[in-house]
Protein backbone atom coordinates (compact mmCIF):
# COMPACT_ATOMS: atom_id res chain seq x y z
CA UNK A 1 0.00 0.00 0.00
CA UNK A 2 2.18 3.37 -1.29
CA UNK A 3 -0.62 5.88 -0.20
CA UNK A 4 0.48 8.78 -2.67
CA UNK A 5 3.15 8.04 -5.00
CA UNK A 6 4.84 11.19 -6.74
CA UNK A 7 7.12 11.19 -9.51
CA UNK A 8 10.01 12.76 -9.89
CA UNK A 9 11.12 13.41 -6.81
CA UNK A 10 13.52 15.60 -8.27
CA UNK A 11 13.63 17.91 -11.69
CA UNK A 12 15.24 20.66 -13.33
CA UNK A 13 14.09 21.94 -16.41
CA UNK A 14 15.39 24.94 -18.54
CA UNK A 15 13.37 28.02 -19.31
CA UNK A 16 10.18 27.37 -22.23
CA UNK A 17 10.33 23.69 -21.06
CA UNK A 18 7.38 21.64 -20.59
CA UNK A 19 6.92 18.85 -18.51
CA UNK A 20 4.31 16.50 -16.55
CA UNK A 21 4.08 15.71 -12.50
CA UNK A 22 2.91 12.29 -11.89
CA UNK A 23 0.59 11.71 -8.67
CA UNK A 24 -0.77 8.35 -8.22
CA UNK A 25 -2.93 7.16 -4.96
CA UNK A 26 -4.02 3.66 -4.17
CA UNK A 27 -6.32 5.02 -1.41
CA UNK A 28 -9.34 5.68 -3.16
CA UNK A 29 -9.90 8.86 -2.52
CA UNK A 30 -12.11 11.01 -4.77
CA UNK A 31 -10.20 14.55 -3.19
CA UNK A 32 -6.68 15.33 -5.17
CA UNK A 33 -4.75 18.33 -5.10
CA UNK A 34 -1.46 20.33 -5.76
CA UNK A 35 -0.05 22.39 -3.59
CA UNK A 36 3.59 24.71 -4.31
CA UNK A 37 5.46 25.45 -1.25
CA UNK A 38 8.20 28.11 -1.68
CA UNK A 39 10.92 29.10 0.96
CA UNK A 40 9.18 31.07 3.91
CA UNK A 41 5.72 30.62 2.52
CA UNK A 42 2.80 28.41 3.42
CA UNK A 43 1.67 25.73 1.14
CA UNK A 44 -0.70 27.19 -1.73
CA UNK A 45 -3.46 25.30 -4.07
CA UNK A 46 -2.85 25.36 -7.74
CA UNK A 47 -5.66 22.78 -8.63
CA UNK A 48 -7.50 20.40 -7.19
CA UNK A 49 -10.09 17.39 -8.57
CA UNK A 50 -13.25 16.28 -6.55
CA UNK A 51 -13.42 13.20 -8.70
CA UNK A 52 -12.65 11.61 -11.87
CA UNK A 53 -13.40 14.25 -14.86
CA UNK A 54 -13.75 17.14 -12.47
CA UNK A 55 -11.10 19.62 -12.02
CA UNK A 56 -10.77 23.28 -10.25
CA UNK A 57 -8.25 25.66 -10.15
CA UNK A 58 -6.98 27.05 -6.47
CA UNK A 59 -5.17 30.02 -5.14
CA UNK A 60 -2.43 30.00 -8.12
CA UNK A 61 -3.40 28.14 -11.07
CA UNK A 62 -1.77 30.02 -13.62
CA UNK A 63 0.94 28.28 -15.81
CA UNK A 64 -0.01 24.79 -15.04
CA UNK A 65 -2.41 22.11 -16.39
CA UNK A 66 -4.22 19.58 -14.89
CA UNK A 67 -6.97 16.81 -15.92
CA UNK A 68 -8.43 13.60 -14.00
CA UNK A 69 -9.11 10.38 -16.43
CA UNK A 70 -9.19 8.47 -13.41
CA UNK A 71 -9.63 8.13 -9.79
CA UNK A 72 -6.09 7.39 -9.52
CA UNK A 73 -4.20 9.54 -11.22
CA UNK A 74 -3.77 13.39 -11.19
CA UNK A 75 -0.81 14.87 -13.17
CA UNK A 76 0.35 18.23 -13.06
CA UNK A 77 1.41 20.09 -16.49
CA UNK A 78 3.82 22.92 -16.58
CA UNK A 79 3.47 24.10 -20.54
CA UNK A 80 6.18 26.59 -20.68
CA UNK A 81 8.52 26.81 -17.50
CA UNK A 82 9.03 29.79 -15.65
CA UNK A 83 12.14 30.27 -12.89
CA UNK A 84 9.05 31.70 -10.56
CA UNK A 85 7.99 27.87 -11.18
CA UNK A 86 10.51 26.50 -9.44
CA UNK A 87 9.19 24.77 -5.96
CA UNK A 88 8.55 21.96 -4.06
CA UNK A 89 4.90 20.46 -5.49
CA UNK A 90 3.27 18.24 -3.13
CA UNK A 91 -0.07 16.25 -4.28
CA UNK A 92 -2.49 15.32 -1.26
CA UNK A 93 -5.32 13.54 -1.50
CA UNK A 94 -8.97 13.00 1.24
CA UNK A 95 -11.78 10.99 1.55
CA UNK A 96 -14.91 12.77 1.46
CA UNK A 97 -15.73 12.47 4.90
CA UNK A 98 -15.38 15.48 7.12
CA UNK A 99 -12.93 14.85 9.52
CA UNK A 100 -11.12 13.24 6.47
CA UNK A 101 -7.33 14.59 6.97
CA UNK A 102 -4.83 14.99 3.71
CA UNK A 103 -2.79 12.74 2.82
CA UNK A 104 0.71 14.22 0.99
CA UNK A 105 3.26 12.41 -1.67
CA UNK A 106 6.65 12.93 -1.04
CA UNK A 107 7.14 15.94 -3.02
CA UNK A 108 8.80 17.15 -6.46
CA UNK A 109 11.64 18.97 -6.17
CA UNK A 110 11.46 21.55 -9.13
CA UNK A 111 14.29 23.54 -10.65
CA UNK A 112 14.11 26.50 -13.50
CA UNK A 113 16.82 27.56 -14.87
CA UNK B 1 -7.96 38.88 7.49
CA UNK B 2 -6.59 35.49 6.48
CA UNK B 3 -8.59 32.31 6.83
CA UNK B 4 -5.86 30.63 8.90
CA UNK B 5 -3.22 32.60 10.53
CA UNK B 6 -0.33 31.03 12.91
CA UNK B 7 2.41 33.08 14.97
CA UNK B 8 5.29 31.89 12.96
CA UNK B 9 7.86 31.89 16.04
CA UNK B 10 10.33 30.48 16.22
CA UNK B 11 9.85 28.52 19.61
CA UNK B 12 12.92 27.80 20.73
CA UNK B 13 13.13 25.70 24.28
CA UNK B 14 15.15 23.30 26.02
CA UNK B 15 14.50 19.55 26.13
CA UNK B 16 12.25 18.90 28.72
CA UNK B 17 10.11 21.88 28.70
CA UNK B 18 6.31 22.23 27.52
CA UNK B 19 5.47 24.93 24.57
CA UNK B 20 2.40 25.86 23.36
CA UNK B 21 1.05 27.84 20.34
CA UNK B 22 -2.33 28.93 18.85
CA UNK B 23 -3.97 29.07 15.45
CA UNK B 24 -6.79 31.31 14.48
CA UNK B 25 -9.41 30.63 11.42
CA UNK B 26 -11.62 33.38 10.40
CA UNK B 27 -14.59 31.20 9.30
CA UNK B 28 -16.77 30.52 12.56
CA UNK B 29 -18.91 27.53 10.45
CA UNK B 30 -15.43 25.96 9.92
CA UNK B 31 -15.67 21.78 10.97
CA UNK B 32 -12.83 19.96 11.05
CA UNK B 33 -9.19 20.80 11.93
CA UNK B 34 -5.94 19.16 12.27
CA UNK B 35 -2.08 19.66 13.21
CA UNK B 36 0.46 18.57 10.64
CA UNK B 37 4.24 18.33 11.35
CA UNK B 38 6.57 19.08 8.44
CA UNK B 39 9.88 18.42 8.65
CA UNK B 40 12.81 20.95 6.30
CA UNK B 41 10.26 20.88 3.33
CA UNK B 42 9.08 17.36 3.71
CA UNK B 43 5.84 16.68 2.84
CA UNK B 44 3.58 17.56 5.64
CA UNK B 45 2.81 14.51 7.96
CA UNK B 46 -0.63 14.19 9.83
CA UNK B 47 -0.06 14.87 14.01
CA UNK B 48 -3.68 15.06 15.26
CA UNK B 49 -7.26 15.79 14.42
CA UNK B 50 -8.21 18.23 16.59
CA UNK B 51 -12.00 17.26 18.56
CA UNK B 52 -14.70 19.72 20.09
CA UNK B 53 -13.76 17.89 23.57
CA UNK B 54 -9.84 18.60 22.98
CA UNK B 55 -7.74 15.43 22.88
CA UNK B 56 -4.23 14.22 23.65
CA UNK B 57 -1.81 11.99 21.57
CA UNK B 58 0.96 10.93 24.47
CA UNK B 59 3.11 14.24 24.87
CA UNK B 60 0.74 16.41 22.50
CA UNK B 61 -2.46 18.22 23.35
CA UNK B 62 -4.96 19.75 21.29
CA UNK B 63 -7.70 22.08 21.93
CA UNK B 64 -10.16 23.68 20.13
CA UNK B 65 -11.98 27.06 21.21
CA UNK B 66 -14.95 27.46 19.27
CA UNK B 67 -16.07 30.91 20.67
CA UNK B 68 -12.69 32.45 19.94
CA UNK B 69 -12.13 30.66 16.24
CA UNK B 70 -8.96 28.71 17.97
CA UNK B 71 -6.98 25.61 17.94
CA UNK B 72 -4.02 24.96 20.12
CA UNK B 73 -1.43 22.36 20.38
CA UNK B 74 1.09 22.08 23.36
CA UNK B 75 4.05 19.65 23.86
CA UNK B 76 5.28 18.44 26.92
CA UNK B 77 8.58 17.01 28.12
CA UNK B 78 10.24 17.92 24.57
CA UNK B 79 12.35 16.18 22.56
CA UNK B 80 14.84 16.96 20.08
CA UNK B 81 13.02 15.33 18.20
CA UNK B 82 10.11 17.84 18.05
CA UNK B 83 11.77 20.39 16.13
CA UNK B 84 9.95 20.99 12.98
CA UNK B 85 7.25 23.32 11.46
CA UNK B 86 3.89 22.44 12.96
CA UNK B 87 1.00 23.34 10.11
CA UNK B 88 -2.66 24.40 11.53
CA UNK B 89 -5.10 23.34 8.98
CA UNK B 90 -9.15 23.82 8.80
CA UNK B 91 -11.78 22.74 6.50
CA UNK B 92 -13.86 25.78 6.50
CA UNK B 93 -16.83 24.86 4.62
CA UNK B 94 -18.66 21.83 5.23
CA UNK B 95 -19.42 21.47 1.21
CA UNK B 96 -16.17 21.94 0.29
CA UNK B 97 -13.22 19.19 0.29
CA UNK B 98 -10.46 22.26 -0.15
CA UNK B 99 -8.55 22.39 3.65
CA UNK B 100 -6.86 25.75 4.27
CA UNK B 101 -3.49 26.27 5.39
CA UNK B 102 -1.67 28.24 8.21
CA UNK B 103 1.74 29.27 7.35
CA UNK B 104 3.12 26.77 10.28
CA UNK B 105 4.84 27.52 13.43
CA UNK B 106 8.70 26.72 13.86
CA UNK B 107 9.67 24.98 16.98
CA UNK B 108 13.44 24.40 17.65
CA UNK B 109 14.04 22.04 21.21
CA UNK B 110 17.55 22.62 22.11
CA UNK B 111 19.75 20.35 24.09
Known amino acids: NAGVTQTPKFQVLKTGQSMTLQCAQD?????MSWYRQDPGMGLRLIHY???????DQGEVPNGYNVSRSTTEDFPLRLLSAAPSQTSVYFC????????????FGNGTRLTVT | RKEVEQDPGPFNVPEGATVAFNCTYS??????FFWYRQDCRKEPKLLMS???SGNEDGRFTAQLNRASQYISLLIRDSKLSDSATYLC????????????FGAGTTVTVRA
Open chain 2, 89 to 100: VVNQNINDYKLS
Open chain 1, 49 to 55: SVGAGIT
Open chain 1, 27 to 31: MNHEY
Open chain 1, 92 to 103: AVRDRALASPLH
Open chain 2, 27 to 32: NSASQS
Open chain 2, 50 to 52: VYS
